[in-house]
């Protein structure tokens, strides 16, 4: 009998905080409301195909040569991207015309020469010490044995998505709408050989790593994995769960209001073999305690080789990807509170 009522005992236990755990999610469910869906749905329309088109198009042409760490055509590259953001009036933290945090060569290794990372923001209007980073490395393999490996897809696609969802903030910004909390459009380098560009932004900050209220971070978008042929309306979400419960749902009504991408959490298992949390430079946000999503095709039979070229890319589908992630952000610098991480 004794038995019986412990065990009792324990499964009344455990039902009440299965109970407690799923009116915690409903709570946070319901808080999670996108004000001025409409005026969203707008502005993310001017993130356009035929414009990330001609990005990734410019960005894997000959001329960059692959844009490998601190050769002539990943500053060739990161001076378009400079030029961008003036042209859209888009300014640096770093003061008039300086979009580039330096990297010396000491800071390197393997003969890499100095590079820079290449960063522009808008101003918050009511939280203007609260960031949010979004990221996207510009690096690649650059020029082996005469063959370009041009990276369209790796990381071309993300890297033109973080420029055009630049671009949609700044349109909202001049309809009246400027984000609540600051945005910062970070373009990394050195991903390729380690993190190098995350690693040397998380350990000198341009803002404040507390202030730092999320990193979405944006790696190979453009094109369908294998898995994926037959549906290829998806997105390997990686990293939403794991700092922050909050930014998971987030996520998800985003999706379910805007894009209805198929979400796909294959790769956020512990049990992935392939590791991907680990590979891209959201990760080093997350060791800082910084939530984090990373967006991710899956490898295909172009990754990492000179066959990687602009004309393969998906560009509908790369565009309402990146929709995707510009209404996930337009949230996190919109709501009321900023997002808390309850899993450190």
């Not at 290794?109 to 923001?121: G, P, R, T």
């Not at 050989?193 to 453009?222: E, Q, R």
């Not at 991907?276 to 990754?303: C, M, Q, T, W």
């Not at 509908?316 to 709501?335: D, E, G, H, M, V």
């Amino acid at each position: 009998m004794k038995v019986f009522i412990f065990a009792s005992a324990l499964s009344l236990v455990g039902s009440c905080a299965t109970k407690r755990y799923s009116e915690k999610i409903q709570d946070i469910k319901d808080n999670i409301v996108f004000e001025n869906s409409q005026q969203i749905k707008e502005i993310s329309k001017t993130i356009d195909s035929n414009e990330l088109k001609k990005l990734v198009y410019d960005l894997s042409s000959v001329e960059f040569q692959g844009r490998k760490t601190g050769e002539l055509g990943y500053h060739k590259a990161s001076n378009y991207i400079k030029d961008y953001y003036i042209n859209e009036a888009i300014s640096s933290p770093l003061g008039e015309n300086n979009y580039y945090q330096q990297i010396p060569e000491s800071f390197f290794s393997d003969d890499i020469k100095s590079s820079q990372n290449v960063i522009s923001y808008i101003k918050g209007t009511e939280y203007p010490d609260e960031v949010i980073i979004i990221t996207a490395h510009l690096d690649h393999e650059g020029i082996k044995e005469d063959q370009i490996y041009y990276g369209a897809d790796d990381n071309a696609s993300g890297t033109a998505a973080l420029m055009e969802i630049a671009q949609a903030f700044k349109i909202a910004q001049k309809k009246g709408f400027g984000p609540k909390r600051s945005i910062a459009f970070l373009h990394l380098t050195g991903e390729e050989i380690g993190l190098k560009g995350s690693t040397y932004y998380t350990d000198h900050p341009v803002f404040s790593l507390k202030n730092t209220v999320a990193n979405l971070n944006m790696d190979m978008i453009g094109r369908v994995d294998e898995k994926h042929i037959e549906n290829p309306e998806y997105i390997y979400v990686i990293g939403d769960d794991r700092l922050s419960t909050e930014l998971h749902y987030i996520s998800e009504i985003a999706n379910d209001t805007f894009t209805n991408l198929e979400l796909d959490y294959e790769l956020n298992k512990e049990s992935d073999i392939n590791r991907y949390y680990y590979r891209s430079d959201h990760y080093n946000f997350a060791l800082k305690g910084i939530p984090v999503i990373f967006y991710f095709n899956g490898e295909h039979e172009d990754y990492h080789k000179p066959t990687d070229t602009p004309d393969k890319i998906n560009y509908p589908l790369l565009q309402k990807r990146t929709q995707l992630i510009f209404t996930t952000a337009w949230y996190l610098a919109n709501s009321k509170n900023r997002i808390v991480a309850d899993k450190k």
